[in-house]
């Protein structure tokens, strides 16, 4: 096990053990214990009492969060020539069609997300080994395959992310930067915890949320109160 440095071990002084802290006190405490010279991200991993391995108890959806995400999210939009210009406009950093889809099959994937038409998607198909581990592939659900491609750029740039309860229970998402207000945290916070209940399948019994952490790239976990959300 690799040792703690000292600004690692000083972090972890300030996070009491075996404590859940309120989304509101964990939000500040994040600023506090991070420590790190460059603007970590913010994470937050939801346990779910559910089996993902069961149809009827997957978990996915999608999620605008209120502040974004402070990253500057590279789109590309796999659109036929006649949305080229309107994918452009809305911001998308890569817009084409045949040449981008050339480039993945020759291993390019430099993107966060990929926005295209229902009419491309056939084209997509034969790239899922590529795109799906990931997590690349479009996906109606999650408003990446539309024919209203303006409006899925401008919502992605906005901060709208998607999120999928992985084989363990857990949903992972990036929800911010450290140097966000705690308030701006919080909000974010807020916001997909506040989805993930919505969603909450029919099928699923007992406890849904069974745990709660928020963390940032260099920071130990802070456990939440998950009955406090």
Not at 72 to 92: F, H, R
Not at 137 to 143: D, I, V
Not at 145 to 172: L, N, P, S, W
Request: net charge positive; glycine share 8%; charged share 25%.
């Amino acid at each position: 096990m690799a040792k703690l440095t000292k600004k690692q071990k000083e972090a972890a002084s300030k996070i009491e053990k075996n404590k859940l802290y309120s989304l509101k006190d964990a939000a500040a405490l994040l600023k506090l214990v991070a420590s790190a010279k460059f603007d970590e991200s913010v994470d937050i991993a939801v346990r779910l009492g559910v089996d993902p391995r069961k149809a009827n108890q997957m978990v996915r959806g999608v999620v605008t969060l209120p502040h974004g995400t402070g990253k500057d999210v590279k789109v590309l939009a796999l659109v036929t020539p006649d949305k080229e210009a309107e994918a452009k406009e809305a911001g998308a950093d890569y817009v084409g069609l045949d040449e981008y889809l050339q480039k993945i099959k020759d291993g390019w994937t430099d993107v966060d997300v990929i926005i295209t038409m229902p009419s491309v998607m056939g084209k997509l198909g034969p790239l899922g080994r590529i795109l799906g581990p990931r997590g690349l592939m479009p996906n109606p659900k999650t408003g990446t395959v539309t024919m209203d491609v303006a409006k899925a750029v401008q919502e992605v740039k906005a901060g709208k992310i998607d999120f999928k309860v992985d084989k363990t229970g857990i949903v992972h998402a990036g929800i911010g930067k450290v140097s966000f207000g705690a308030e701006q945290i919080y909000d974010n916070a807020h916001e997909i915890i506040q989805t993930l209940i919505k969603l909450k399948p029919t099928a699923a019994k007992g406890t849904y949320i069974k745990g709660i952490h928020l963390t940032s790239t260099m920071s130990p976990a802070i456990a939440l109160d998950p009955k406090a959300v």
